[in-house]
């Protein structure tokens, strides 16, 4: 491991795992259910970018392994990646995990990789709305996860919840909310229910949210969790004090972050770029010494002081009190240091709020 | 090809028919039995040549074509087929001395063809009464001769009976045109007296007058003066139309044919000229002239805001061809710079929209359709008020008119209580009801123009599944309880939304305004109050609730640059908005909340 002294900046790296057991109805994401005979290649494939990209690496602080399910793969191929990054001494390594693929050996292997968190997700607690939104686990399997969580030692525990479902009534989603504290996880994200297009839920109106019920139900989930002894750091995620994921906070403050695997995203100093969107062209881009990169984008100055505040709009360290216009202001509230951050209602209208910032005067 | 018959007996003769009727069928029959066109050159219906007119299978602009048949020389003058055109169907009937009455002998008379038919025997023309599609299995000649006995008094046994689309009859009816219809008089010494009865903007060659001499000689190379508009003009060519268009020399009495004069406005050319001599005018002008006067009225306004210009600049170019639009300049608070314009009535204003958008390329919205109201002050001034937004205030009015039309409507009897349901519910009241025959029936109605306007002619179709007829005459004003109605977005008067209606009418259509403005404004960061309004009483009320969710729920794999693009794209979205106070506006709502069919 490599010490960071504490002074370096943020590096994050994001490990993309695009297999999946079943696929969610509302699922848009680059993700496969029918691909499995491709995870030998792929890993390979992702383990050797890591290496070509570990050269021109900062110290990394985070890495984030995503899907797709994570935990459908080996340990062991996650591990081969995780072994060619210069990580920074005490870097946050996350698994993101479906609970029914959960087992106390995987967990272990997990902890011996050097893994310190978990992301599980939970969804909902209701059995009804967990076919609604065409999920697979049972509820039970969550106590079950998270019991082999505690139990090989992984210190940072995460669930994502997702509301919005016609099916979830407000007393639902509060059954939700307070299983999910009483699990006692160190950090809570709730996703409003968004409907894709291309998806089964997309391609359903009559399963897609009221969004005043979604308003309704997020207010509620940033009571009980306040309640809870949760702070709101972002938009959609609540952690205990200092339990805030490290790596989620990189995509909000401009961070740098180095995508690996297929449908991955980068960002180095304004430019930002993506690889190609199946594991067989990332594959090939990979055994053929190609780049996989897919497009890029390089923002200007303007460009991109306007995207950093838009990103912190969404974070309660929030925007320079400047930036936001008085048609809006009731939507904010003080952050501290002539900043103001969205309150509860102000981040339910983030994107009105977000396309009415003006850049700030230079300080 | 058809050729000039110098000195040849002239018959001049007008087709009046209902749409669909086989007018343009039968005129092209005409063109090919007399030689005119040949068969391979024929398009159907040569004569409607306006790419709109052929779509909507209706004549919009009169057309004439010279043809010979057994040593006479014919005029064919097309008459417009539409009730708007009323003027210009007088005019075109004031060039003829007699008509062809179509009637499809599947149908019988409609009730505008029966109004032209009155208007040509007022003008002491000759009716040659025809049935028209005999070959269909559904014709019953001996049914609809009869009924035109019934209605026009005509000898049933001098109607004939055709088929344009095989050809049968018609070289009978050609022969029944010189053998009925009176030859014109006039004379070739007289002062120079011809009729304009339409013209038409051409880029090339300017003014094109179809004319129709009376007396006189009209020659190419004169000095002319135009009696009516007053302008002085040469004449730079005069023709005929074979229909080919051929410059002759002159034209003499009877002779109908286009002439050019130089002319750059068809302001100065307008139906019912009359055309005389600079030299040796003519003491008095053809009577029958008449100004026509817009009827009915609306804003038009871009939907993009720097279209402004294109507008004007299609509006003056459309104006050449159609002096019978008028426009000027208005400015509305809601919809920005654009047009108040004038149109003979609704058809019209449809044909002049459809144009502007099609032939210029515009995208236009355009404001509810109003009448020209007569308003008395209390400090006793008269004035005119065409735009809702002019109307002063109810305290200051002391009396309101507005526009009547005696209607007539020409229906089988089985849907009599449809059509007088329908006009019951328009503030109608009847003047008469006759029966044409057992199964149909005319019913007349004392109408205001406005309720005629918004969706009088589909309701009366849809009621009686297409069978009846309209036609109407204006019938002057009629004082009556009417108010202005007022729509408040968050408070703010909506001027575009602003309309003049009954009393009776304003609950209705203030609540119908409002839910379907309720519909298409999308949710604000506030509560937005629609509501209709009579001076400063709210007589309906709907709120756009205020949007609470607004917001991208997270991203994945770091893509950022989805979720900013996903931002601009709505920033962008702004801008295609109107902003009326506060409350965002889509320019779609404006389209949607003013279209006529709803």
Known sequence: ?363 | MAVRREGAPIRNFSIIAHIDHGKSTLSDRILELTGAVEERSMRAQYLDSMELERERGITIKAQNVRVGWRAHTLHLIDTPGHVDFGYEVSRSLAACEGVVLLVDAAQGIEAQTLANCYLALESDLTIVPVLNKIDLPAAEPDLYASEIERVLGIDSSEVLAISAKTGEGVEALLDAIIERIPPPDGDPHAPLQALIFDSHFDQYRGVVSSVRVMNGRLCAGDRLRFMHAGGLHLSEEVGLRLPAVTPTDALGPGEVGYLIAGIKDVAEARSGETVTSAAAPADVPLAGYDDPKPMVFCGLYPVEGDEYPDLREALAKLRLNDASVTFEPETSGALGFGFRCGFLGLLHMEIVRERLEREFGLSLIATAPSVAYRVRTDDDEEMQVDNPSDLPPAGQIAEIAEPMLTVSVLTPSTYTGAVMDLCQSRRGSMTSMDYLSPERVEIRYELPLAEVVTDFFDQLKSRTQGYASLDYDHAGYRAERLVRVDILLNSEPVDAFSAICHRDGAYPYGKAITAKLAELIPRQLFDVPIQAAIGGRIIARETVKAKRKDVLSKCYGGDITRKRKLLERQKEGKKRMKAIGRVEVPNEAFVSALRLDQ
């Open chain 1, 1 to 363: 491991m490599t010490d960071t002294g504490g002074t370096s900046p943020p590096f994050g790296v994001y490990c993309h795992v695009p297999f999946c057991t079943h696929r969610c109805d509302y699922c848009a994401f680059a993700t496969w259910t029918d691909r499995s005979h491709l995870i030998g290649d792929y890993m390979a494939s992702c383990r050797q970018q890591a290496r070509e990209l570990a050269a021109g690496m900062p110290p990394v602080t985070s890495v984030f392994f995503g899907g797709g399910t994570p935990n459908l793969v080996q340990p062991s191929l996650l591990g081969d990646v995780l072994a060619e990054l210069p990580l920074a001494r005490g870097a946050e390594i996350t698994v993101e995990c479906n609970p029914d693929l959960v087992t106390p050996e995987q967990m272990q292997a997990y902890r011996a990789l050097g893994v310190n968190r978990i992301s599980l997700g939970v969804q909902s607690a209701v059995p009804h709305v967990l076919d609604a939104l065409g999920r697979r686990h049972d509820p039970p399997m969550v106590a079950g996860a998270v019991d082999a969580v505690r139990l090989a030692g992984i210190g940072q525990l995460n669930l994502d919840l997702i509301y919005g479902s016609p099916a979830e009534s407000l007393p639902d989603w509060e059954r939700t909310l307070v299983e999910a504290v009483d699990l006692g996880p160190d950090h809570l994200s709730a996703y409003g229910l968004t409907p894709e297009p291309g998806t089964p839920l997309g391609d359903d109106p009559s399963r897609h949210p009221d969004e005043d019920e979604m308003a309704d139900k997020y207010l509620l989930a940033d009571e009980r969790l306040a309640g809870a002894g949760y702070e709101t750091y972002e938009i959609s995620n609540w952690a205990r004090p200092g339990a805030q994921c490290r790596h989620n906070l990189l995509y909000w403050q401009q961070g740098a972050y180095a995508g690996i695997g297929c449908a991955a995203h980068s960002h180095r100093d304004g430019r930002r770029f993506w690889s190609v969107r199946t594991p067989e062209r990332f594959i090939a881009a990979i055994s053929a010494d190609a780049s996989p990169v897919a497009g890029s984008e390089e923002l200007g100055p303007d460009e991109r002081r306007a995207e950093a505040l838009q990103l912190a709009l969404r974070t309660s360290d929030g925007v320079p009190a400047d930036a936001v216009p008085d048609d809006v202001v009731h939507l904010l509230e003080p952050a501290g240091g002539g900043r103001l951050k969205l309150t509860a209602r102000g981040r339910l209208l983030a994107n009105e709020v977000a396309v009415r910032l003006g850049l700030p005067s230079e300080q």
